[in-house]
């Protein structure tokens, strides 16, 4: 079973990065491309749900406006 080791703060190392764009997360930059997928897949459901609310919008509309003309 893995065990996680203490966080030593007063090493200097980690305590300061050179750069403000490192990651403090281990492993971060060995990723297989799942962020893009996940990214994807959201933006998709999002996509597809406003398609439903504008479509269900404009059917809404026209059958309104074949209520007025008809009466």
Do not use: D, W
């Not at 050179?18 to 997928?37: C, K």
């Amino acid at each position: 079973m893995l065990k996680m080791e203490p966080l030593n703060s007063t090493h200097a190392s980690t305590a300061a990065s050179s750069s403000p764009r490192e990651s403090h997360v281990p492993g971060s930059g060995s990723g297989n491309g799942n962020e893009y997928f996940y990214i994807l897949v959201v933006m998709s459901f999002y996509g597809v749900f406003l398609i439903g609310i504008m479509l269900g919008y404009m059917k809404s509309k026209r059958q309104a406006q074949g209520l007025v003309l008809i009466c």
